[in-house]
Protein backbone atom coordinates (compact mmCIF):
# COMPACT_ATOMS: atom_id res chain seq x y z
CA UNK A 1 0.00 0.00 0.00
CA UNK A 2 1.01 3.54 -0.83
CA UNK A 3 0.60 6.43 1.46
CA UNK A 4 -1.77 8.71 0.66
CA UNK A 5 -1.04 12.00 0.31
CA UNK A 6 -3.15 15.07 1.64
CA UNK A 7 -4.30 15.94 -1.88
CA UNK A 8 -5.21 12.27 -2.20
CA UNK A 9 -7.25 12.80 1.08
CA UNK A 10 -9.01 15.61 0.17
CA UNK A 11 -9.89 14.03 -3.58
CA UNK A 12 -11.38 10.61 -1.94
CA UNK A 13 -13.13 12.28 1.07
CA UNK A 14 -15.25 14.69 -1.53
CA UNK A 15 -15.49 11.08 -3.92
CA UNK A 16 -17.24 9.45 -0.81
CA UNK A 17 -19.00 12.59 0.11
CA UNK A 18 -21.09 12.91 -3.46
CA UNK A 19 -21.47 9.57 -3.12
CA UNK A 20 -23.25 9.46 0.21
CA UNK A 21 -25.47 12.33 -1.09
CA UNK A 22 -26.13 9.89 -4.19
CA UNK A 23 -27.15 7.03 -2.07
CA UNK A 24 -29.44 9.43 0.12
CA UNK A 25 -31.31 11.11 -3.03
CA UNK A 26 -31.60 7.47 -4.39
CA UNK A 27 -33.16 5.62 -1.38
CA UNK A 28 -34.57 8.36 0.54
CA UNK A 29 -37.57 9.59 -1.22
CA UNK A 30 -38.61 5.38 -1.71
CA UNK A 31 -38.08 5.61 2.43
CA UNK A 32 -40.16 8.78 2.31
CA UNK A 33 -43.45 7.65 0.50
CA UNK A 34 -43.38 4.53 2.59
CA UNK A 35 -43.50 6.48 5.70
CA UNK A 36 -45.89 9.22 4.62
CA UNK A 37 -48.21 6.55 3.54
CA UNK A 38 -49.08 5.58 7.37
CA UNK A 39 -50.07 9.47 8.27
CA UNK A 40 -52.93 10.26 10.03
CA UNK A 41 -53.04 13.78 8.26
CA UNK A 42 -55.38 14.62 5.17
CA UNK A 43 -52.14 16.50 3.83
CA UNK A 44 -48.86 15.64 2.95
CA UNK A 45 -47.27 16.28 5.69
CA UNK A 46 -43.46 15.85 7.03
CA UNK A 47 -42.52 13.76 9.11
CA UNK A 48 -46.77 12.77 9.85
CA UNK A 49 -48.17 14.19 12.71
CA UNK A 50 -49.35 10.33 13.28
CA UNK A 51 -49.30 7.02 12.60
CA UNK A 52 -52.75 5.02 11.07
CA UNK A 53 -53.52 2.38 8.44
CA UNK A 54 -56.36 4.92 7.65
CA UNK A 55 -55.14 5.32 3.46
CA UNK A 56 -54.37 1.46 2.92
CA UNK A 57 -58.10 0.82 4.49
CA UNK A 58 -59.39 3.02 1.79
CA UNK A 59 -57.65 2.05 -0.63
CA UNK A 60 -58.62 -1.61 -0.37
CA UNK A 61 -62.49 -0.18 0.28
CA UNK A 62 -64.27 -1.67 -2.54
CA UNK A 63 -66.83 0.94 -3.06
CA UNK A 64 -64.48 4.40 -2.23
CA UNK A 65 -61.64 2.95 -4.37
CA UNK A 66 -63.39 1.17 -7.20
CA UNK A 67 -62.40 2.96 -9.98
CA UNK A 68 -58.38 2.47 -8.55
CA UNK A 69 -59.52 -1.50 -8.45
CA UNK A 70 -59.94 -1.29 -11.97
CA UNK A 71 -57.34 0.39 -12.91
CA UNK A 72 -54.87 -1.78 -11.02
CA UNK A 73 -56.73 -5.29 -12.35
CA UNK A 74 -55.98 -3.47 -16.26
CA UNK A 75 -52.58 -2.89 -15.00
CA UNK A 76 -51.63 -6.03 -14.13
CA UNK A 77 -53.71 -8.28 -16.89
CA UNK A 78 -52.16 -5.90 -19.59
CA UNK A 79 -48.32 -6.44 -17.94
CA UNK A 80 -49.17 -10.09 -17.90
CA UNK A 81 -49.94 -10.56 -21.32
CA UNK A 82 -47.31 -8.43 -22.38
CA UNK A 83 -44.80 -10.01 -20.39
CA UNK A 84 -45.83 -13.21 -22.38
CA UNK A 85 -45.91 -11.57 -25.74
CA UNK A 86 -42.90 -9.93 -25.45
CA UNK A 87 -41.27 -12.27 -23.97
CA UNK A 88 -42.06 -15.02 -27.07
CA UNK A 89 -41.38 -12.36 -29.72
CA UNK A 90 -37.96 -11.66 -28.02
CA UNK A 91 -36.78 -15.44 -27.77
CA UNK A 92 -37.38 -15.98 -31.04
CA UNK A 93 -35.62 -13.22 -32.42
CA UNK A 94 -32.77 -13.80 -29.92
CA UNK A 95 -32.04 -17.28 -30.73
CA UNK A 96 -32.07 -16.46 -34.54
CA UNK A 97 -29.89 -13.47 -34.06
CA UNK A 98 -27.36 -15.51 -32.19
CA UNK A 99 -27.29 -18.44 -34.02
CA UNK A 100 -26.75 -16.83 -37.36
CA UNK A 101 -23.38 -14.86 -38.87
CA UNK A 102 -24.60 -13.37 -41.52
CA UNK A 103 -24.55 -9.77 -41.40
CA UNK A 104 -28.50 -8.75 -41.40
CA UNK A 105 -28.40 -10.29 -37.95
CA UNK A 106 -26.27 -7.49 -36.55
CA UNK A 107 -28.45 -4.88 -38.90
CA UNK A 108 -31.76 -6.94 -37.38
CA UNK A 109 -30.53 -6.65 -33.86
CA UNK A 110 -29.97 -2.97 -34.11
CA UNK A 111 -33.45 -2.35 -35.49
CA UNK A 112 -35.37 -4.82 -32.90
CA UNK A 113 -33.56 -2.57 -30.47
CA UNK A 114 -35.12 0.86 -31.96
CA UNK A 115 -38.02 1.17 -29.48
CA UNK A 116 -35.45 2.04 -26.85
CA UNK A 117 -34.00 4.92 -28.34
CA UNK A 118 -37.23 6.75 -29.40
CA UNK A 119 -38.97 9.00 -27.07
CA UNK A 120 -42.26 6.68 -25.57
CA UNK A 121 -44.27 9.78 -26.00
CA UNK A 122 -43.81 10.34 -30.11
CA UNK A 123 -44.83 6.23 -30.03
CA UNK A 124 -47.42 6.44 -27.84
CA UNK A 125 -49.23 8.97 -30.14
CA UNK A 126 -48.55 7.70 -33.13
CA UNK A 127 -50.06 4.53 -31.94
CA UNK A 128 -53.30 6.24 -30.99
CA UNK A 129 -52.87 7.70 -34.57
CA UNK A 130 -52.87 4.34 -35.97
CA UNK A 131 -55.57 2.48 -34.43
CA UNK A 132 -57.98 5.61 -34.29
CA UNK A 133 -56.95 5.37 -38.31
CA UNK A 134 -57.83 1.87 -38.29
CA UNK A 135 -61.34 2.45 -36.32
CA UNK A 136 -60.01 0.41 -33.81
CA UNK A 137 -62.43 1.36 -30.29
CA UNK A 138 -59.86 1.64 -27.18
CA UNK A 139 -59.62 -2.01 -25.58
CA UNK A 140 -57.02 -3.59 -23.58
CA UNK A 141 -55.70 -5.89 -26.90
CA UNK A 142 -54.40 -2.30 -27.93
CA UNK A 143 -52.87 -1.71 -24.69
CA UNK A 144 -50.83 -5.11 -25.04
CA UNK A 145 -49.78 -4.30 -28.73
CA UNK A 146 -48.24 -0.94 -27.43
CA UNK A 147 -46.72 -2.21 -24.13
CA UNK A 148 -45.24 -5.00 -26.14
CA UNK A 149 -43.50 -3.05 -28.37
CA UNK A 150 -41.66 -0.83 -25.96
CA UNK A 151 -41.21 -4.12 -23.57
CA UNK A 152 -39.41 -6.59 -26.16
CA UNK A 153 -35.85 -4.70 -26.58
CA UNK A 154 -35.61 -5.54 -22.65
CA UNK A 155 -36.26 -9.39 -23.03
CA UNK A 156 -34.20 -9.11 -26.16
CA UNK A 157 -31.33 -8.26 -24.49
CA UNK A 158 -31.50 -10.35 -21.72
CA UNK A 159 -32.25 -13.36 -23.56
CA UNK A 160 -29.68 -12.33 -26.34
CA UNK A 161 -27.13 -12.19 -23.60
CA UNK A 162 -27.88 -15.59 -22.65
CA UNK A 163 -28.14 -17.30 -25.85
CA UNK A 164 -24.98 -15.65 -26.69
CA UNK A 165 -23.16 -18.07 -24.32
CA UNK A 166 -25.01 -21.05 -25.56
CA UNK A 167 -22.83 -24.01 -26.71
CA UNK A 168 -23.96 -24.77 -30.40
CA UNK A 169 -21.91 -28.33 -30.23
CA UNK A 170 -24.73 -28.88 -27.58
CA UNK A 171 -26.99 -28.63 -29.95
CA UNK A 172 -25.70 -30.55 -32.70
CA UNK A 173 -25.08 -33.13 -30.32
CA UNK A 174 -28.62 -33.13 -29.61
CA UNK A 175 -29.78 -33.14 -33.54
CA UNK A 176 -27.23 -35.67 -34.08
CA UNK A 177 -28.90 -38.19 -31.54
CA UNK A 178 -32.45 -37.71 -33.53
CA UNK A 179 -34.37 -35.49 -31.62
CA UNK A 180 -36.44 -32.75 -32.83
CA UNK A 181 -36.17 -29.22 -33.26
CA UNK A 182 -38.70 -28.68 -31.20
CA UNK A 183 -37.76 -31.28 -28.31
CA UNK A 184 -34.09 -29.83 -28.71
CA UNK A 185 -35.74 -26.24 -28.21
CA UNK A 186 -37.89 -27.46 -24.95
CA UNK A 187 -35.06 -29.82 -23.66
CA UNK A 188 -31.66 -28.33 -24.66
CA UNK A 189 -32.22 -24.25 -25.24
CA UNK A 190 -34.89 -23.06 -23.22
CA UNK A 191 -33.20 -24.57 -19.90
CA UNK A 192 -29.80 -23.16 -21.17
CA UNK A 193 -31.08 -19.55 -21.92
CA UNK A 194 -34.32 -20.38 -18.97
CA UNK A 195 -32.38 -17.42 -16.04
CA UNK A 196 -32.53 -14.77 -19.64
CA UNK A 197 -35.82 -15.61 -20.27
CA UNK A 198 -37.10 -15.04 -16.98
CA UNK A 199 -35.24 -12.08 -16.49
CA UNK A 200 -36.56 -10.58 -19.76
CA UNK A 201 -40.11 -11.59 -18.44
CA UNK A 202 -39.77 -9.50 -15.45
CA UNK A 203 -38.44 -6.68 -16.78
CA UNK A 204 -41.52 -6.48 -19.79
CA UNK A 205 -43.90 -7.15 -16.84
CA UNK A 206 -42.20 -4.17 -14.97
CA UNK A 207 -42.12 -2.21 -18.23
CA UNK A 208 -45.71 -2.58 -18.88
CA UNK A 209 -46.81 -2.01 -15.80
CA UNK A 210 -45.58 1.50 -15.28
CA UNK A 211 -46.05 2.31 -18.62
CA UNK A 212 -47.00 5.73 -19.03
CA UNK A 213 -46.10 7.01 -22.63
CA UNK A 214 -48.60 4.54 -24.49
CA UNK A 215 -50.97 4.04 -21.64
CA UNK A 216 -51.58 7.92 -21.91
CA UNK A 217 -52.78 8.11 -25.67
CA UNK A 218 -54.03 4.08 -25.62
CA UNK A 219 -56.38 4.08 -22.17
CA UNK A 220 -59.59 5.44 -22.28
CA UNK A 221 -62.35 5.50 -19.41
CA UNK A 222 -63.01 2.10 -19.84
CA UNK A 223 -59.28 0.46 -20.15
CA UNK A 224 -58.42 2.89 -17.21
CA UNK A 225 -54.53 1.66 -16.12
CA UNK A 226 -52.84 2.20 -12.43
CA UNK A 227 -50.41 5.26 -13.67
CA UNK A 228 -52.86 7.36 -15.18
CA UNK A 229 -55.33 6.31 -12.45
CA UNK A 230 -52.84 8.11 -10.11
CA UNK A 231 -51.57 10.54 -12.43
CA UNK A 232 -55.06 11.58 -12.31
CA UNK A 233 -55.30 12.00 -8.78
CA UNK A 234 -52.19 13.75 -8.02
CA UNK A 235 -53.11 16.31 -10.45
CA UNK A 236 -56.45 17.01 -9.25
CA UNK A 237 -56.94 17.26 -5.43
CA UNK A 238 -54.36 15.64 -4.15
CA UNK A 239 -55.22 12.30 -2.48
CA UNK A 240 -53.12 10.55 0.36
CA UNK A 241 -54.73 7.25 -0.86
CA UNK A 242 -51.44 8.09 -3.47
CA UNK A 243 -49.02 7.29 -1.05
CA UNK A 244 -50.69 3.80 -0.09
CA UNK A 245 -50.74 2.87 -3.71
CA UNK A 246 -47.44 3.72 -4.04
CA UNK A 247 -46.49 1.90 -0.65
CA UNK A 248 -47.84 -1.37 -2.46
CA UNK A 249 -46.19 -0.65 -5.29
CA UNK A 250 -43.19 0.00 -3.75
CA UNK A 251 -43.36 -3.29 -1.37
CA UNK A 252 -44.27 -5.69 -4.50
CA UNK A 253 -41.52 -4.69 -6.22
CA UNK A 254 -39.02 -5.13 -3.66
CA UNK A 255 -40.28 -8.63 -3.45
CA UNK A 256 -40.00 -9.10 -6.56
CA UNK A 257 -36.70 -7.94 -6.85
CA UNK A 258 -35.60 -10.05 -3.73
CA UNK A 259 -37.30 -13.31 -5.57
CA UNK A 260 -35.65 -12.85 -9.21
CA UNK A 261 -32.60 -11.93 -7.73
CA UNK A 262 -31.96 -15.18 -5.71
CA UNK A 263 -33.56 -17.49 -8.90
CA UNK A 264 -31.94 -15.96 -11.72
CA UNK A 265 -29.32 -13.16 -10.49
CA UNK A 266 -31.25 -10.22 -11.72
CA UNK A 267 -28.92 -7.52 -10.39
CA UNK A 268 -26.23 -8.94 -12.04
CA UNK A 269 -27.80 -9.25 -15.35
CA UNK A 270 -29.39 -5.35 -15.14
CA UNK A 271 -25.56 -4.07 -14.97
CA UNK A 272 -24.29 -5.12 -18.73
CA UNK B 1 -32.35 -25.72 -34.49
CA UNK B 2 -30.43 -26.23 -38.26
CA UNK B 3 -28.54 -22.98 -38.85
CA UNK B 4 -30.11 -22.01 -42.22
CA UNK B 5 -34.14 -21.82 -41.36
CA UNK B 6 -32.95 -20.34 -38.16
CA UNK B 7 -33.82 -16.90 -38.87
CA UNK B 8 -37.40 -17.50 -39.51
CA UNK B 9 -37.36 -17.71 -35.73
CA UNK B 10 -37.04 -13.30 -36.19
CA UNK B 11 -40.09 -13.15 -37.84
CA UNK B 12 -43.03 -13.25 -35.87
CA UNK B 13 -41.08 -9.87 -34.31
CA UNK B 14 -40.07 -8.46 -37.41
CA UNK B 15 -43.88 -8.14 -39.09
CA UNK B 16 -44.83 -7.61 -35.06
CA UNK B 17 -43.22 -4.66 -35.25
CA UNK B 18 -43.61 -3.42 -38.84
CA UNK B 19 -47.12 -3.83 -38.13
CA UNK B 20 -47.61 -2.03 -34.90
CA UNK B 21 -44.52 0.23 -34.34
CA UNK B 22 -43.50 0.82 -37.65
CA UNK B 23 -46.90 1.62 -39.38
CA UNK B 24 -47.55 4.13 -36.77
CA UNK B 25 -44.47 6.14 -36.92
CA UNK B 26 -44.88 6.40 -41.06
CA UNK B 27 -48.31 7.65 -39.97
CA UNK B 28 -47.71 9.88 -37.40
CA UNK B 29 -44.94 11.49 -40.44
CA UNK B 30 -47.60 10.86 -42.35
CA UNK B 31 -50.44 13.32 -40.04
CA UNK B 32 -47.21 15.77 -39.75
CA UNK B 33 -47.49 17.23 -43.20
CA UNK B 34 -51.49 16.89 -43.33
CA UNK B 35 -54.76 19.78 -43.28
CA UNK B 36 -56.24 16.84 -40.41
CA UNK B 37 -56.32 13.17 -39.03
CA UNK B 38 -57.85 11.86 -42.12
CA UNK B 39 -54.99 13.02 -44.37
CA UNK B 40 -57.69 14.40 -46.46
CA UNK B 41 -54.96 17.13 -47.97
CA UNK B 42 -51.78 17.64 -48.19
CA UNK B 43 -50.45 21.00 -46.12
CA UNK B 44 -46.87 22.14 -44.60
CA UNK B 45 -49.59 23.97 -41.93
CA UNK B 46 -48.34 21.63 -38.57
CA UNK B 47 -44.78 22.27 -39.22
CA UNK B 48 -45.32 26.07 -39.75
CA UNK B 49 -47.37 26.06 -36.34
CA UNK B 50 -44.75 24.14 -34.75
CA UNK B 51 -41.59 25.74 -36.16
CA UNK B 52 -42.95 29.24 -36.70
CA UNK B 53 -44.72 29.95 -33.41
CA UNK B 54 -41.79 31.25 -30.82
CA UNK B 55 -44.32 30.19 -27.41
CA UNK B 56 -43.18 26.38 -29.19
CA UNK B 57 -39.69 27.10 -29.61
CA UNK B 58 -39.22 28.55 -26.03
CA UNK B 59 -40.99 25.03 -25.12
CA UNK B 60 -38.22 22.72 -27.06
CA UNK B 61 -35.42 24.80 -25.70
CA UNK B 62 -37.09 24.36 -22.18
CA UNK B 63 -36.73 20.85 -22.73
CA UNK B 64 -33.56 20.07 -23.95
CA UNK B 65 -32.11 22.53 -21.27
CA UNK B 66 -34.11 20.39 -18.89
CA UNK B 67 -32.73 17.35 -20.31
CA UNK B 68 -29.05 18.59 -20.19
CA UNK B 69 -29.34 19.74 -16.67
CA UNK B 70 -30.77 16.43 -15.33
CA UNK B 71 -27.16 15.02 -17.37
CA UNK B 72 -25.01 17.11 -15.61
CA UNK B 73 -26.76 16.52 -12.05
CA UNK B 74 -26.53 12.80 -11.96
CA UNK B 75 -23.26 12.62 -13.69
CA UNK B 76 -22.14 14.25 -9.88
CA UNK B 77 -23.46 12.29 -8.18
CA UNK B 78 -23.27 8.74 -10.12
CA UNK B 79 -19.49 9.12 -11.17
CA UNK B 80 -18.76 9.07 -7.33
CA UNK B 81 -21.06 6.43 -6.72
CA UNK B 82 -19.82 4.53 -9.34
CA UNK B 83 -16.02 4.89 -8.11
CA UNK B 84 -17.08 3.70 -4.79
CA UNK B 85 -19.03 0.58 -6.00
CA UNK B 86 -15.66 0.06 -7.86
CA UNK B 87 -13.30 0.02 -4.60
CA UNK B 88 -15.81 -1.15 -1.92
CA UNK B 89 -15.82 -4.90 -0.75
CA UNK B 90 -18.74 -6.94 -1.92
CA UNK B 91 -21.01 -6.49 0.68
CA UNK B 92 -20.91 -2.65 -0.19
CA UNK B 93 -21.17 -3.46 -3.98
CA UNK B 94 -24.85 -5.18 -3.52
CA UNK B 95 -25.77 -2.46 -1.70
CA UNK B 96 -25.14 0.21 -4.18
CA UNK B 97 -26.48 -1.99 -6.92
CA UNK B 98 -29.75 -2.61 -5.12
CA UNK B 99 -29.93 1.10 -4.18
CA UNK B 100 -29.71 1.83 -8.03
CA UNK B 101 -32.38 -0.51 -8.93
CA UNK B 102 -34.61 -0.01 -6.72
CA UNK B 103 -35.75 3.30 -8.11
CA UNK B 104 -35.82 1.78 -11.68
CA UNK B 105 -38.14 -0.77 -10.20
CA UNK B 106 -40.70 1.78 -8.63
CA UNK B 107 -42.88 3.32 -11.26
CA UNK B 108 -42.24 6.56 -12.49
CA UNK B 109 -45.49 7.59 -11.01
CA UNK B 110 -44.48 6.51 -7.86
CA UNK B 111 -41.03 8.40 -8.09
CA UNK B 112 -42.94 11.86 -9.13
CA UNK B 113 -45.04 11.72 -6.01
CA UNK B 114 -42.38 11.03 -3.47
CA UNK B 115 -40.48 14.21 -4.78
CA UNK B 116 -44.24 15.94 -4.43
CA UNK B 117 -44.26 14.73 -0.49
CA UNK B 118 -40.40 16.11 -0.14
CA UNK B 119 -40.77 19.62 -2.15
CA UNK B 120 -44.40 20.49 -0.93
CA UNK B 121 -45.11 23.48 1.14
CA UNK B 122 -45.08 21.21 4.38
CA UNK B 123 -42.65 18.83 2.81
CA UNK B 124 -39.27 17.32 3.68
CA UNK B 125 -36.95 20.41 2.76
CA UNK B 126 -39.67 22.96 3.97
CA UNK B 127 -40.00 21.28 7.58
CA UNK B 128 -36.40 21.09 8.17
CA UNK B 129 -35.59 24.38 6.98
CA UNK B 130 -38.24 25.99 9.28
CA UNK B 131 -37.36 23.76 11.92
CA UNK B 132 -33.55 24.52 11.60
CA UNK B 133 -34.57 28.46 11.57
CA UNK B 134 -33.04 28.49 8.31
CA UNK B 135 -36.56 29.74 6.78
CA UNK B 136 -39.17 31.27 8.44
CA UNK B 137 -41.85 30.83 5.80
CA UNK B 138 -42.31 27.75 3.35
CA UNK B 139 -40.05 27.94 -0.25
CA UNK B 140 -41.69 27.43 -3.19
CA UNK B 141 -39.98 24.11 -4.44
CA UNK B 142 -42.86 22.94 -6.53
CA UNK B 143 -43.33 23.70 -9.81
CA UNK B 144 -39.88 25.75 -10.09
CA UNK B 145 -37.24 24.26 -12.52
CA UNK B 146 -34.55 23.48 -9.74
CA UNK B 147 -37.00 21.46 -7.88
CA UNK B 148 -37.60 19.59 -10.70
CA UNK B 149 -34.11 18.88 -11.93
CA UNK B 150 -33.36 17.45 -8.35
CA UNK B 151 -36.23 15.06 -8.76
CA UNK B 152 -35.31 13.95 -11.98
CA UNK B 153 -31.79 13.81 -10.45
CA UNK B 154 -33.30 10.54 -8.64
CA UNK B 155 -36.11 9.55 -11.08
CA UNK B 156 -32.96 9.48 -13.91
CA UNK B 157 -30.31 8.45 -11.77
CA UNK B 158 -30.37 4.53 -12.05
CA UNK B 159 -30.46 4.95 -15.98
CA UNK B 160 -26.89 6.99 -15.33
CA UNK B 161 -25.52 4.74 -12.60
CA UNK B 162 -25.96 1.43 -14.19
CA UNK B 163 -24.12 1.44 -17.46
CA UNK B 164 -21.53 3.55 -15.19
CA UNK B 165 -20.83 0.24 -12.66
CA UNK B 166 -20.89 -1.46 -16.12
CA UNK B 167 -18.18 0.38 -17.36
CA UNK B 168 -16.17 0.84 -14.38
CA UNK B 169 -16.87 -3.22 -13.09
CA UNK B 170 -14.62 -4.38 -16.61
CA UNK B 171 -11.51 -1.78 -15.24
CA UNK B 172 -8.39 -3.73 -13.70
CA UNK B 173 -7.25 -2.94 -11.07
CA UNK B 174 -4.01 -4.06 -11.61
CA UNK B 175 -3.93 -1.24 -13.67
CA UNK B 176 -4.99 1.16 -11.00
CA UNK B 177 -1.94 0.08 -8.74
CA UNK B 178 0.33 0.37 -11.86
CA UNK B 179 -0.85 4.04 -11.97
CA UNK B 180 -0.56 4.54 -8.43
CA UNK B 181 3.03 2.73 -8.05
CA UNK B 182 4.16 5.06 -10.59
CA UNK B 183 3.64 7.83 -8.70
CA UNK B 184 0.06 8.94 -10.15
CA UNK B 185 -1.94 10.78 -8.05
CA UNK B 186 -5.33 9.70 -7.11
CA UNK B 187 -6.62 12.57 -9.14
CA UNK B 188 -4.27 11.77 -11.86
CA UNK B 189 -5.38 8.11 -12.13
CA UNK B 190 -9.25 8.89 -12.27
CA UNK B 191 -8.62 11.41 -14.66
CA UNK B 192 -5.96 9.51 -17.23
CA UNK B 193 -6.50 5.52 -16.22
CA UNK B 194 -10.43 5.43 -15.24
CA UNK B 195 -12.29 8.06 -17.19
CA UNK B 196 -11.63 7.03 -20.40
CA UNK B 197 -12.25 3.10 -19.63
CA UNK B 198 -15.58 4.71 -17.58
CA UNK B 199 -16.37 6.71 -21.02
CA UNK B 200 -18.65 4.53 -22.74
CA UNK B 201 -20.45 3.80 -19.59
CA UNK B 202 -20.72 7.74 -19.22
CA UNK B 203 -21.55 7.90 -22.84
CA UNK B 204 -23.97 5.50 -22.60
CA UNK B 205 -25.72 6.96 -19.35
CA UNK B 206 -25.98 10.27 -20.77
CA UNK B 207 -27.89 9.45 -23.48
CA UNK B 208 -30.50 7.26 -21.82
CA UNK B 209 -30.51 10.44 -19.23
CA UNK B 210 -31.71 12.59 -21.91
CA UNK B 211 -33.90 11.21 -23.65
CA UNK B 212 -35.73 10.02 -20.26
CA UNK B 213 -35.59 13.54 -18.50
CA UNK B 214 -36.84 15.53 -21.68
CA UNK B 215 -39.68 13.06 -22.67
CA UNK B 216 -40.92 12.80 -18.56
CA UNK B 217 -44.30 13.88 -19.21
CA UNK B 218 -45.67 12.87 -15.48
CA UNK B 219 -42.58 14.40 -14.03
CA UNK B 220 -42.27 17.50 -16.06
CA UNK B 221 -46.28 18.27 -15.61
CA UNK B 222 -46.63 17.05 -11.99
CA UNK B 223 -43.62 18.98 -10.76
CA UNK B 224 -42.99 21.46 -13.28
CA UNK B 225 -46.71 22.18 -13.08
CA UNK B 226 -48.41 24.54 -15.07
CA UNK B 227 -45.67 27.56 -15.14
CA UNK B 228 -42.48 25.68 -16.66
CA UNK B 229 -43.77 24.76 -20.79
CA UNK B 230 -42.28 21.80 -21.82
CA UNK B 231 -42.69 19.87 -25.92
CA UNK B 232 -43.91 16.86 -23.96
CA UNK B 233 -47.12 18.84 -22.33
CA UNK B 234 -47.22 20.29 -25.80
CA UNK B 235 -48.25 16.93 -27.50
CA UNK B 236 -50.56 15.65 -24.85
CA UNK B 237 -52.04 19.20 -24.89
CA UNK B 238 -52.58 19.30 -28.66
CA UNK B 239 -53.38 15.59 -28.87
CA UNK B 240 -55.87 15.36 -26.20
CA UNK B 241 -57.61 18.55 -25.73
CA UNK B 242 -57.05 20.99 -28.79
CA UNK B 243 -57.63 17.33 -30.52
CA UNK B 244 -55.25 19.31 -33.58
CA UNK B 245 -53.84 15.91 -34.71
CA UNK B 246 -51.31 17.36 -37.25
CA UNK B 247 -49.32 20.30 -34.78
CA UNK B 248 -49.06 17.23 -31.94
CA UNK B 249 -47.71 14.67 -34.42
CA UNK B 250 -45.16 18.12 -35.89
CA UNK B 251 -44.32 18.65 -32.21
CA UNK B 252 -43.37 14.96 -31.34
CA UNK B 253 -41.89 14.63 -34.13
CA UNK B 254 -39.54 17.66 -33.49
CA UNK B 255 -39.15 16.22 -29.86
CA UNK B 256 -38.27 12.61 -31.23
CA UNK B 257 -35.55 14.61 -33.81
CA UNK B 258 -33.61 16.93 -31.23
CA UNK B 259 -33.53 13.96 -28.89
CA UNK B 260 -32.15 11.79 -31.45
CA UNK B 261 -29.76 14.28 -32.72
CA UNK B 262 -28.33 14.74 -28.97
CA UNK B 263 -28.08 10.96 -28.74
CA UNK B 264 -26.21 10.45 -32.55
CA UNK B 265 -24.13 13.90 -30.89
CA UNK B 266 -23.32 12.17 -27.86
CA UNK B 267 -22.30 8.68 -29.50
CA UNK B 268 -19.98 10.49 -31.92
CA UNK B 269 -18.49 12.17 -28.62
CA UNK B 270 -17.87 9.34 -27.20
CA UNK B 271 -16.38 7.63 -30.18
CA UNK B 272 -14.16 10.83 -30.61
CA UNK B 273 -12.75 10.67 -27.20
CA UNK B 274 -12.08 7.31 -27.03
CA UNK B 275 -9.35 7.50 -30.22
CA UNK B 276 -7.46 10.68 -28.79
Do not use: C, W, Y
Given at each position: MHRLTGADRLVALVIIALAAIGFLILVGPVLIVLVTSFTSSRALRFPPPGLTFRWYLELFDPVRSAQIHVAALNSLL????????ATALATGAALAVARTRAGWARFAEGAFLAPLVLPGIAFGLASLMFFSWLHQPPSLLLLVAGHTMIATPFALRTVGASAAGMDAALLESSAVLGASPWRTFRRVVLPLIMPGVAAGAFLSFVSSLDNVPVSLFLSSAQTDMLPIRLWGM??????VRVAAASGVLV??????????????GLTRRMSV | MQENGVWRLALPLALAQALFFLAPLMLLVGTSFATDENLTQASLRAWRDMLGDSFNIMSLLNTLRLGALAVVATTLLAVPLA????????????IILLAAILPLLTSVVVRTFSWIVILGRE??????LIWSGLATSPVALLQTEPGLILA????????????????TARIDPALLDAS??????????????????ALPGLVAGATLVFASAATAFISQSVIGGGRLNYLPAQVWQQAMVVFDWPVAAAMALTLMGSVLMVAGALSLLGRGARHA
Open positions: VATLTAISMETALDTGAFVLLLVMDRAV | LLHMAAGPRLKRGVINSALTQIEMPLMLLPLIAAVSLGGSLLRTLRRVVLPL
